[in-house]
T-cell receptor, first 113, second 114 residues
């Protein structure tokens, strides 16, 4: 089934540890995004990539990094996790253009202790 | 810069009653507007979108929204609520550029009373 796959679905992590959330899409979409979802704050954009080889910062990029080596993969890395990064993380993708529909993964629930 | 404000973090209606979820946007250029729905423990999925043309947009599951430029609003409505409509609803805005990011509101949780 075509779509977005995120891994892991859930993870508990000690503060200070490094963590990479994986995201893979098989729809050949140009643009990919990482959002975090927190109660009362909705979805906030962390980083995005409009095409393979390029990335950009969103609303809340501090403490996170991304790479886009190819069209399909867009991993999100927390270099040194902190408790405020406890959240549900969603990866999304869409075709180029501002009117395209965003397709979301199932989310990765991360708890930093 | 674009932004979205959703009025009411939680809305509760009776089954069969009108659903009205409010969204106001701020944009320096004519926006593209979206409503997404999130069912429990799932990702978001598109409900409807406004790009150009007719200002009344119909979506899935009987929902519709009207773009009102003078009021900078894009409220979501459904004439008769169903128990299966219970979910979190997000309004979102995007600019004209192909590089524009989609910015989401804080969400409104819709509960349906039997």
């Amino acid at each position: 089934i075509a779509g977005i796959t995120q891994a892991p679905t859930s993870q508990i992590l000690a503060a200070g540890r490094r963590m990479t959330l994986r995201c893979t899409q098989d729809m050949r979409h140009n643009a990919m995004y990482w959002y975090r979802q927190d109660l009362g704050l909705g979805l906030r954009l962390i980083h995005y990539s409009n095409t393979a080889g390029t990335t950009g910062k969103g609303e809340v990029p501090d403490g996170y990094s991304v790479s886009r080596a190819n069209t399909d993969d867009f991993p999100l890395t927390l270099a040194s996790a902190v408790p405020s990064q406890t959240s549900v993380y969603f990866c999304a993708s869409k075709n180029a253009g501002p009117t395209g529909e965003l397709f979301f993964g199932e989310g990765s629930r991360l708890t930093v202790l | 810069a674009q932004s979205v404000t959703q009025l009411g973090s939680h809305v509760s209606v009776s089954e069969g009653a009108l659903v009205l979820l409010r969204c106001n946007y701020s944009s320096s250029v004519p926006p593209y507007l979206f409503w997404y729905v999130q069912y429990p423990n799932q990702g978001l999925q598109l409900l409807l979108k406004y790009t150009t043309g007719a200002t009344l947009v119909k979506g899935i599951n009987g929902f519709e929204a009207e773009f009102k430029k003078s009021e900078t609003s894009f409220h979501l409505t459904k004439p008769s609520a169903h128990m299966s409509d219970a979910a979190e609803y997000f309004c979102a805005v995007s600019g004209y550029s192909s590089a524009s990011k989609i910015i989401f509101g804080s969400g409104t949780r819709l509960s349906i009373r039997p």
